[in-house]
């Protein structure tokens, strides 16, 4: 069978994690790219996700083990998972019930955690901000010259700058 016959079968099992380039099985190990970006697909396993001057879109429901960018935005899809993500000169976004084993770091860019996001570890900004829907937790958030607010204060466990400290412990 033709090499494009083959992932055209297999793309429409629904059984690809795509690249801006490449498709690639939906369970695969580690990706590194220069000047391209990576896609997992809804339900897809990946290993470390590296990119350069591009972005990494995980879908939900997906499992990675970590994600690290250099000009380029993160996200991941609502109920996924993974261990770390990193970016520098980008913004992480993370969906609804999204967890984070570790921690989430940016340098010049955004942290926008949704309802019911989790991370264990904790969330470092560098010139940016921290944006926080209801209900997201973070486990020993630092705030190292970033600003953080909060789309809704309910639920929060930790003062945001908006609130002037309000929550019930300031950072």
């Known amino acids: 069978m033709p090499r494009h016959g083959l992932f055209a079968l297999l793309a429409l099992a629904g059984l690809l994690i795509t690249t801006a380039d490449a498709a690639l099985p939906r369970s695969i190990g580690d990706v590194s790219h220069v000047n391209k970006s990576i896609q997992i697909e809804d339900a897809g396993r990946a290993g470390e996700l590296e990119t350069v001057n591009g972005s990494i879109q995980v879908g939900n429901a997906a499992s990675i083990e970590s994600a690290d960018t250099v000009n380029g935005a993160i996200?991941?899809?609502?109920?996924?998972?993974?261990?770390?993500?990193?970016?520098?000169?980008?913004?992480i976004t993370l969906g609804a019930?999204?967890?984070?084993?570790?921690g989430i770091?940016?340098?010049?860019?955004?942290?926008?955690l949704g309802d019911?996001?989790?991370?264990?570890?904790?969330?470092?900004?560098?010139?940016?901000?921290?944006?926080?829907?209801?209900r997201a937790h973070v486990g020993?958030?630092?705030?190292r010259r970033a600003e953080i607010t909060c789309a809704d204060c309910a639920g929060l466990s930790f003062a945001c700058k908006a609130h002037k400290g309000e929550h019930s412990r300031t950072m």
């Open 97 to 102: 019930r999204a967890q984070i084993e570790n």
């Open 105 to 112: 770091e940016t340098v010049n860019g955004s942290l926008n």
């Open 140 to 143: 020993g958030t630092s705030r």
């Open 75 to 91: 996200r991941l899809g609502d109920g996924s998972h993974a261990r770390a993500l990193e970016t520098i000169n980008g913004s």
């Open 116 to 134: 019911d996001a989790e991370v264990l570890g904790s969330a470092e900004n560098v010139n940016g901000s921290i944006v926080l829907k209801p």
